[in-house]
């Protein structure tokens, strides 16, 4: 089901005619990257980056924005891509620290209701964890992950070896 609210500002001459389209569609693909809308507990401007959804998915198009219900999420990602950051430290009062911003998204998940798979992923161009100082970012991390119900995986390149 689709709704449209007309209520969108910007260029576009007649808006409800350029969203007729999703009133016509019959079938929706239960992944949508983008998630969100102001039912939902991560804030009414916020995004999930990717969901999936039960059979019966309804959006809302509110402003040419689409929304979602929350009750129809089966599942919800959220990607971190630390990109040229050799280290993850464990910075927990440094808002903007690549360790903060995977936390935020793990809390965020986190509000989510206990029955949708949430799942946060993190990728990086280093392996973030090859000194033992860095130890305790990981597990902190997978602490609150534990603690929010979010299931935490990093996809990071393989340990060097050393050559003797």
Do not use: W
Not at 26 to 42: K, L, M, N, S, W
Not at 88 to 102: A, F, Q, T, V
């Amino acid at each position: 089901m689709v709704e449209e609210s007309s209520g969108a500002k910007g260029n576009i001459t007649n808006h409800e005619a350029y969203t007729a389209h999703y009133r016509e569609t019959t079938e929706i693909d239960r992944a949508q990257c983008e998630v969100g809308g102001t039912a939902f507990p991560i804030g009414g401007q916020e995004r999930l980056d990717m969901g999936m959804f039960s059979d019966s998915i309804e959006i809302r198009v509110v402003g040419g924005t689409q929304e979602f219900n929350p009750s129809d999420l089966s599942t919800a990602l959220e990607f971190k891509y630390v990109k040229n950051t050799n280290y993850l430290r464990y910075r927990p009062d440094d808002k903007d620290s690549k360790y903060h911003e995977i936390a935020d998204d793990i809390e965020r998940l986190g509000t989510l209701s206990g029955h949708i798979d949430c799942r946060c992923v993190v990728f990086s161009n280093y392996d973030l964890f090859r000194r033992d100082r860095d130890a305790d970012a990981k597990q902190r991390l997978l602490e609150l992950a534990d603690q929010s119900g979010v299931t935490l995986q990093f996809v990071l390149p393989a340990p060097l070896q050393s050559s003797s």
